[in-house]
């Protein structure tokens, strides 16, 4: 009988950032391995998350989901195998995917347990492209965003996990044009790669000039990963009747002052413009129809996600300071 681990590596908040979180806000911790109980499975995770969304979790403010604790282990999407289980429903051997990352063993509820068939796609993709990333950037387009056929779309942080993605479905729901900015020459270019008809770097100049260059017409929708000046400059871009879909603000979560943009917000009224946040969360009842899309468009190879990944739970925190600063193409991900 294989023994089983007693012990595991987990990585704690040890303290909240002021502005851009640094490797003295996590602590590499070890910790004893709790009996299952009822209904629980042992995991050993194979493969963790770094978002973006994470770092709101670290400050001491009311949001839409609890701050994460002094002390306490952080979380995260994870995805391994289970090792031990008193559970009917999730066997020994299964591939699980589950919020208990930032540590390498996890004892979690059977029912926060999503089987995954690790068969039809690498184990990482059901962190990425076949999970709560490929919801987010098909849910926030087409029903966030009520995208339309025909339409022009701009997405900001194209190259990241979500954006990526966002851009690849609209051109295959028959986006008219669609648009991207990213950060580096290289992350341009992947974007023509990936489909995109224009994409600019944002730090080559004003990006309201840089969008209205790409888009001399305008756009009917924005996704929004940025917010900031790339917000301000969609506004300026955005047709009578334009959405956005605010996914994302990523250009502020490290702020210490107020940001100033968008200064131009009050054109939203005459323009009827539709300015939308939103959370993956109220889309589960479209996870089913999105699996089936997204089955399709990998099998036939006409959507294709890039990962980069970090090795070790040791480099956890770095992978995630490294994300906030745009080090990523597509989705991060930390193999354990």
């Known amino acids: 009988m294989t023994q089983l681990p007693r012990t595991t590596r987990q990585i704690l908040l040890a303290s909240r950032p002021e502005g851009w979180p640094?490797?003295?806000n996590f602590t590499l911790s070890d910790a004893t391995l709790p009996e299952l109980g009822i209904d629980q499975v042992l995991v050993q995770n194979h493969y963790m998350s770094v978002d973006p969304y994470m770092r709101g979790r670290m400050n001491d403010s009311k949001?839409?989901?609890?701050a994460f604790q002094i002390g306490e282990p952080l979380e995260g999407g994870a995805v391994g195998v289970v090792l031990a289980s008193t559970s009917h429903d999730?066997?020994?051997?299964?591939?699980?995917?589950?919020?208990?990352?930032?540590?390498?063993?996890?004892?979690?509820?059977?029912?926060?347990?999503?089987?995954?068939?690790?068969?039809l796609a690498p184990e990482s993709a059901y962190l990425g492209a076949l999970g709560m990333t490929g919801l987010t950037a098909y849910a926030g387009l087409m029903y966030a965003g009520q995208f339309q056929e025909g339409e022009t779309v701009f997405v900001s942080g194209a190259a990241g996990a979500v954006g990526s993605i966002v851009g690849q479905i609209a051109k295959l729901s028959g986006a008219s044009r669609v648009i991207g900015s990213a950060g580096s020459p290289e992350k341009v270019a992947r974007l023509?790669?990936?489909?995109?008809?224009?994409?600019?770097?944002?730090?080559?100049?004003?990006?309201?000039?840089?969008?209205?260059?790409?888009?001399?017409d305008g756009i009917d929708?924005?996704?929004d990963n940025v917010g900031g000046d790339h917000l301000e400059a969609a506004i300026t871009s955005l047709k009578v009747h334009g959405r956005v879909a605010m996914c994302g603000a990523i250009s502020q979560y490290n702020a210490t002052e107020p940001t100033c943009a968008p200064r131009n917000l009050s054109s939203a009224i005459g323009k009827l413009l539709t300015i939308?946040?939103?959370?993956?969360?109220?889309?589960?009842?479209?996870?089913?129809?999105?699996?089936?899309?997204?089955?399709?468009?990998?099998?036939?190879?006409?959507?294709?996600?890039?990962?980069?990944f970090r090795e070790g739970l040791d480099n956890a925190p770095q992978a995630f300071i490294d994300l906030l600063k745009g080090a990523n193409t597509g989705k991060m991900v930390v193999r354990l």
Do not use: C, I
């Open 221 to 223: 929708v924005y996704f």
């Open 22 to 24: 640094t490797q003295e």
């Open 276 to 308: 939308r946040g939103f959370l993956v969360g109220e889309f589960s009842d479209k996870a089913d129809e999105f699996a089936q899309k997204m089955a399709g468009w990998l099998s036939d190879g006409s959507l294709t996600f890039d990962e980069t």
């Open 192 to 216: 023509m790669e990936l489909g995109f008809d224009a994409a600019f770097n944002y730090h080559d100049g004003d990006v309201s000039e840089q969008l209205q260059a790409a888009a001399p």
């Open 63 to 66: 949001s839409y989901t609890a």
């Open 90 to 119: 999730v066997p020994v051997g299964a591939t699980v995917l589950h919020n208990l990352g930032w540590r390498e063993h996890a004892v979690v509820e059977a029912a926060n347990a999503k089987l995954v068939d690790p068969s």
